[in-house]
């Protein structure tokens, strides 16, 4: 078994909430003490005036355990803690109660970016921020090359930073970051940078420093990066410990808690992006063979999906796509209202419309969700058309892990499993048959 590196008991960080306590003298704080003795003892209330808690737990009673080599996700909302239990680990701020240990040398890339500055080169910023990241300036001379190489920014590198775009910026922060050779790293949220390929070199390059035996912590809000680049997982809400395991299993037990509000189908003004005005959808809802909204669907059942939209201006040649995505990022498929034989692109006057898609997908048990999409012709889903209307997570719905009849489902792993026809049948040898000698 693979030694602790990493052992966490009973963390937790307070802090105060509210305005900063106002300045006092010596004099006062002697005054008060002999006008409340109790108080200088240190027995404060711990609630304002106005009744509200003076202070919050971001950090509460968090105890595990990470083996050497080991990469472990971290997830959870907003607000969750995660960052908290990283600046902690990398000894930024002193915890509240509890402690940690870390064996080994620590590296930890909190926020991408940290100790450049404007006024100076590309260069001479890899230098200062390699040294505030723990590098040595052999280490960085040794790999200055492969950093540069890596951020794409070779024909730059003399030049003062504040002439980098805000993308160059980032890249290069983020190839000095990879460059570490820590034995434990700690990473928060920092493959949110650049534009999709430079985030899929990022994703390649921590891969690679995972199979060269580092051990990770990495704090991100995109699940398909963890569950690519992450064996365990660990879900922290509220700031408390709620779930630690492997990896698909936390981060769909998280998706899920997650997606409950997406059950009703009724699509909010906030929840439209890129709207222009022209077309607008107002609902979509999963349906029984009565026309009952449903929120789950047997293994094997096909969907029947309802979706209404508004019409506001007029519109011509209008392609409308929904799309069947799997919790944790994996697309599954798209419809267009042009897939079928004959089919037309839309066009009508302003009013209310409705739609009914009957789609047959033999999907696998879990979580998935519906987007939608309304795009002028030819615009598709996935091409970079403008969208006059695009709703991501309209409706979440589960399939259950057993079909209609009430049949078990084999855990075979994929995401559907389409019908198939098998016939096996033993056939004379040639040894039989006399072709070839025994």
Same mark, same amino acid.
């Given at each position: 078994?693979?030694?602790?590196?990493?052992?966490?008991?009973?963390?937790?960080?307070?802090?105060?909430?509210?305005?900063?306590?106002?300045?006092?003298?010596?004099?006062?704080?002697?005054?008060?003490?002999?006008?409340?003795?109790?108080?200088?003892?240190?027995?404060?209330?711990?609630?304002?005036?106005?009744?509200?808690?003076?202070?919050?737990?971001?950090?509460?009673?968090?105890?595990?355990?990470?083996?050497?080599?080991?990469? %472990? =996700?971290?997830? #959870? $909302?907003?607000?969750?803690?995660?960052? *908290?239990? /990283?600046?902690?680990?990398?000894?930024?701020?002193?915890?509240?109660?509890?402690?940690?240990?870390?064996?080994?040398?620590?590296?930890?890339?909190?926020?991408?970016?940290?100790?450049?500055?404007?006024?100076?080169?590309?260069?001479?910023?890899?230098?200062?921020?390699?040294?505030?990241?723990?590098?040595?300036?052999?280490?960085?001379?040794?790999?200055?090359?492969?950093?540069?190489?890596?951020?794409?920014?070779?024909?730059?590198?003399?030049?003062?930073?504040?002439?980098?775009?805000?993308?160059?910026?980032?890249?290069?922060?983020?190839?000095?970051?990879?460059?570490?050779?820590?034995?434990?790293?700690?990473?928060?949220?920092?493959?949110?940078?650049?534009?999709?390929?430079?985030?899929?070199?990022? %994703? =390649?390059?921590? #891969? $690679?420093?995972?199979?060269?035996?580092? *051990?990770? /912590?990495?704090?991100?809000?995109?699940?398909?990066?963890?569950?690519?680049?992450?064996?365990?997982?660990?879900?922290?809400?509220?700031?408390?410990?709620?779930?630690?395991?492997?990896?698909?299993?936390?981060?769909?037990?998280?998706?899920?808690?997650?997606?409950?509000?997406?059950?009703?189908?009724?699509?909010?003004?906030?929840?439209?992006?890129?709207?222009?005005?022209?077309?607008?959808?107002?609902?979509?809802?999963?349906?029984?063979?009565?026309?009952?909204?449903?929120?789950?669907?047997?293994?094997?059942?096909?969907?029947?999906?309802?979706?209404?939209?508004?019409?506001?201006?007029?519109?011509?040649?209008?392609?409308?796509?929904?799309?069947?995505?799997?919790?944790?990022?994996?697309?599954?498929?798209?419809?267009?209202?042009?897939?079928?034989?004959?089919?037309?692109?839309?066009?009508?006057?302003?009013?209310?419309?409705?739609?009914?898609?009957?789609?047959?997908?033999?999907?696998?048990?879990?979580?998935?969700?519906?987007?939608?999409?309304?795009?002028?012709?030819?615009?598709?889903?996935?091409?970079?058309?403008?969208?006059?209307?695009?709703?991501?997570?309209?409706?979440?719905?589960?399939?259950?892990?057993?079909?209609?009849?009430?049949?078990?489902?084999?855990?075979?792993?994929?995401?559907?499993?389409?019908?198939?026809?098998?016939?096996?049948?033993?056939?004379?040898?040639?040894?039989?048959?006399?072709?070839?000698?025994?």
């Amino acid at each position: 078994m693979s030694e602790t590196i990493i052992c966490v008991e009973g963390l937790g960080k307070r802090y105060r909430v509210g305005e900063r306590p106002p300045y006092f003298a010596l004099r006062d704080h002697l005054s008060n003490a002999l006008k409340a003795p109790l108080n200088w003892m240190g027995f404060r209330a711990s609630t304002e005036a106005n009744g509200r808690p003076s202070h919050i737990w971001a950090l509460r009673d968090a105890s595990f355990e990470v083996r050497r080599g080991e990469v %472990l =996700g971290v997830v #959870g $909302s907003n607000g969750a803690g995660k960052s *908290t239990l /990283l600046k902690i680990l990398a000894r930024v701020t002193k915890p509240t109660e509890g402690w940690a240990e870390i064996s080994g040398r620590l590296g930890s890339l909190l926020e991408v970016g940290t100790g450049f500055h404007p006024e100076l080169t590309g260069r001479e910023n890899v230098f200062l921020s390699g040294a505030i990241l723990g590098m040595s300036k052999s280490e960085i001379v040794r790999r200055f090359d492969e950093i540069v190489a890596f951020a794409e920014v070779e024909q730059f590198v003399d030049t003062p930073l504040k002439h980098f775009s805000s993308g160059m910026q980032l890249r290069l922060a983020f190839a000095v970051a990879a460059h570490l050779d820590p034995e434990v790293l700690l990473l928060d949220e920092v493959l949110a940078v650049g534009d999709a390929a430079f985030q899929k070199k990022c %994703l =390649g390059k921590m #891969g $690679s420093v995972a199979r060269q035996g580092r *051990t990770i /912590l990495f704090v991100s809000h995109n699940m398909r990066a963890i569950m690519q680049l992450c064996q365990t997982s660990l879900w922290i809400d509220g700031g408390k410990i709620v779930q630690r395991g492997d990896t698909r299993k936390v981060v769909l037990a998280y998706l899920e808690a997650r997606q409950s509000r997406r059950f009703d189908g009724i699509i909010s003004d906030e929840m439209h992006l890129n709207a222009t005005g022209e077309i607008l959808f107002r609902c979509v809802r999963l349906l029984d063979a009565t026309g009952e909204s449903k929120r789950t669907v047997f293994f094997g059942e096909s969907l029947r999906i309802f979706i209404e939209f508004e019409v506001c201006r007029t519109i011509e040649d209008v392609r409308i796509a929904v799309a069947i995505e799997q919790l944790g990022g994996t697309m599954v498929s798209v419809f267009h209202n042009t897939d079928q034989p004959h089919g037309e692109l839309f066009s009508g006057r302003p009013g209310d419309y409705c739609i009914e898609l009957y789609a047959s997908l033999a999907l696998m048990p879990g979580g998935y969700s519906i987007h939608l999409a309304a795009k002028p012709a030819p615009g598709s889903w996935g091409t970079q058309s403008p969208s006059w209307d695009w709703v991501q997570r309209a409706l979440d719905f589960h399939v259950e892990e057993f079909n209609a009849e009430g049949q078990a489902v084999l855990p075979t792993g994929g995401v559907v499993r389409p019908q198939a026809r098998w016939t096996i049948e033993r056939v004379r040898t040639r040894v039989e048959t006399g072709v070839i000698d025994k």
